[in-house]
C-alpha cells in the first residue's frame, strides 16, 4: 500500500491542517501470589531462558549520587502475566526480563485505576483519580475533561526544582485547545491526545489526525511505535545541560487496534472504517488473536530494549532511574493467570500489573520484592528522590517509597484504595475487600487466593466490616461521580 510507504517526517508546522510454558508461569505466578514482603523466596523460572535466582529485596545503604533522571515507561493496557519475568509461557520479553534482572521486579504492584487515563491521573497528580473532575472520566472521551492546567504535577514540580521534562507518547489527560502536557509541566510533547490511534494513518476514535510535536500537528506515516522509539532514543542521549530530566514515555502498544508493524492491509482496513464513520473500527472487535498480541508485546520489549540501548550509549545510565510498568490490567488477548479480571474491574487482573525500577547507582540487581504498591506511591516517591516537595495544597495519596528503596526503611502500612463505576476495592496487608457490579461484598487472602475465587466474607465478617467502613471513609472525601 503506497500510502503507507515511509516518509521522512515534516516540520512541526507543515502538517498543520491535517487533520501491550508452564513451569516458568506456575513458578512466577506463586511467587506474585505470595503476597506480603516477609514472605519466603519463591523458585524462579526453569529452562533455558531462566533469569538468574531473585532474592528478597534488600537495600544497599550507604550509597550516594547525584539527583537522577527518570526514564517512566507504560505499556498501554499490558497485563500483569505478559512478561516472560512475570510467568507468560508464550510471550518472550528479554529486554525486560533483563531490566528486571538488574533491579527490582515489583510482585504485588497496583495501577492507580482500571482504565487509561485515571490512572495517568494518579500518576501525574500523585492523587487519587477521583480528586480532580478530569479524573471521574473512566476514561476520557472527549473534550469536556482533562487535567487543569493549574493542577501541580510530577512534571511542574520537578521541573520547577530544575529538571528538563518530556513526555512521549499517549497523554489522554485531555484535548486541545485546553488541555495539553506542555499546559501541564512538560517542557516537550511529542505524542498522540487521544485514548487509541490506528498505527499508521494515526487517525484516532473520531476520524481526527492525532500526531503531535507540541500543539503542532506533525506527519508521519509509519508505524507508531517505531517513531516513539526514535524520539525517546533521541531524547535520552541529548545533552540536556547538566540538568536532570524527567522523560514520561508512554508507548500504545499493546493496546488495540491489534496491528503488528508491517501489517499494512489490516490499517488499511481499519483506516477505511474509520473514515466512513465507523465509531467502533479502533475497537478492532473482529481482528487480533493470541499470535497478534504476542508479536506486539514482543515489539514493545525490543523498543524499550532500544532505548535502554542509547540510554546506555549516552554514558547516563548509571544514574537514571527507569521504571517500567502498565496503565491497567490487560484485554482480550492478555495472559494474566493466575488472577481473575482484566481492563476496567477492581478484580486482580484489572488493577494488578508489572513494576520494575532499575537504578545502578543506588538499587542491587536480581531483586523481587513483595510490598503491595500502587501508581500514586511511585510520584511520591520520585519527588523525594529528586529532592522535590509536593505542593502543600495538594496533598499526595501515594505514599514515597524512597526510604524502602535506598535506607532499608519498613514500608508504610496503609490501605490501597481503588474506586471506578459500580467497584470498589481496598487492599488491607494480605487482604482485599471488593464489590462489584453485582453489589455483593466480598473478602480476599491474597496470600492464599491471588484468584480471588475464595470468598471470606462470611467467616470473616467483622474483617469486611472494617474494610467496608475504611473503603467508605476514604470514598467520602473524593468528588461525586455525575449523574
Known amino acids: ?168 507518547g499517549k497523554w489522554h489527560c485531555g484535548y486541545l485547545p485546553d488541555y495539553s502536557p506542555t499546559r501541564s509541566g512538560w517542557d516537550e510533547f511529542f505524542g498522540n491526545f487521544g485514548g487509541a490511534l490506528e498505527y499508521y494513518s494515526k487517525l484516532g476514535l473520531g476520524g481526527e489526525y492525532d500526531l503531535y510535536e507540541g500543539d503542532a500537528a506533525y506527519k508521519d506515516l509509519r508505524y507508531y511505535t517505531r517513531i516513539l522509539t526514535e524520539r525517546a532514543s533521541e531524547y535520552v542521549a541529548r545533552d540536556h545541560g547538566g540538568r536532570p530530566w524527567l522523560l514520561n514515555l508512554n508507548f500504545t502498544t499493546p493496546h488495540w487496534p491489534w496491528i503488528a508493524e508491517g501489517d499494512t492491509a489490516a490499517s488499511a482496513e481499519v483506516e477505511r472504517r474509520i473514515k466512513a464513520g465507523d465509531a467502533r473500527a479502533l475497537w478492532h472487535q473482529d481482528g487480533g488473536s493470541v499470535g497478534k498480541y504476542k508479536q506486539m508485546v514482543e515489539d514493545l520489549d525490543r523498543s524499550v530494549g532500544a532505548v535502554l540501548d542509547a540510554l546506555r550509549r549516552s554514558g547516563q545510565e548509571q544514574d537514571t532511574l527507569v521504571f517500567f510498568s502498565s496503565d491497567n490490567g490487560g484485554e482480550r488477548f492478555s495472559y494474566t493467570w493466575p488472577l481473575s ?79 471506578v463505576r459500580g467497584e470498589r476495592a481496598l487492599r488491607r496487608g494480605n487482604w482485599k475487600y471488593y464489590r462489584g457490579k453485582t453489589g455483593r461484598d466480598q473478602l480476599f487472602d491474597l496470600a492464599a487466593d491471588a484468584r480471588e475465587q475464595a470468598d471470606r466474607a462470611a467467616l470473616e465478617p467483622g474483617r469486611l466490616a472494617e474494610l467496608r467502613r475504611a473503603w467508605e471513609a476514604t470514598d467520602a472525601g473524593l468528588l461525586p461521580y455525575p449523574a
Open 341 to 419: 479480571g482484566n481492563k476496567a474491574s477492581l478484580q486482580e487482573g484489572g488493577i494488578r500489573v508489572p513494576n520494575i525500577v532499575r537504578w545502578p547507582a543506588r538499587i542491587d540487581g536480581g531483586q523481587v520484592s513483595r510490598v503491595p504498591v500502587f501508581t500514586p506511591d511511585w510520584t511520591a516517591t520520585l519527588l523525594e528522590l529528586a529532592g522535590t516537595r509536593p505542593h502543600a495544597a495538594y496533598p499526595l495519596d501515594g505514599v514515597s517509597l524512597a526510604g524502602y528503596l535506598l535506607r532499608g526503611e519498613q514500608p508504610a502500612e496503609r490501605d490501597l484504595f481503588w474506586r
Open 1 to 168: 500500500m503506497t500510502s503507507y510507504e515511509h516518509r521522512p517526517p515534516l516540520s512541526r508546522r507543515a502538517f498543520g491542517g491535517a487533520v501491550g510454558a508452564g513451569a516458568a508461569a506456575a513458578a512466577v505466578g506463586s511467587a506474585a501470589a505470595a503476597g506480603p514482603a516477609h514472605a519466603a523466596p519463591q523458585p524462579a523460572p526453569s529452562g533455558p531462558e531462566a533469569a538468574p535466582a531473585e532474592r528478597e529485596f534488600r537495600a544497599a545503604r550507604g550509597r550516594h549520587s547525584r539527583r537522577p533522571n527518570i526514564l517512566f515507561i507504560l505499556g498501554d493496557d499490558l497485563g500483569w502475566a505478559d512478561l516472560s519475568s512475570y510467568g507468560s509461557p508464550h510471550i518472550r520479553t528479554p529486554n525486560l526480563d533483563r531490566l528486571a534482572g538488574q533491579g527490582v521486579r515489583f510482585t504485588d504492584a497496583y495501577s492507580g485505576s482500571a482504565t487509561c487515563s485515571p490512572t495517568r491521573f494518579s500518576l501525574y497528580t500523585g492523587r487519587y483519580p477521583g480528586r480532580t473532575k478530569g479524573g471521574l472520566a473512566e476514561p476520557i472521551a472527549d473534550k469536556s475533561a482533562g487535567l487543569e492546567p493549574t493542577h501541580p504535577t510530577l512534571a511542574s514540580l520537578l521541573r520547577d526544582s530544575g529538571y528538563a521534562t518530556a513526555l512521549i
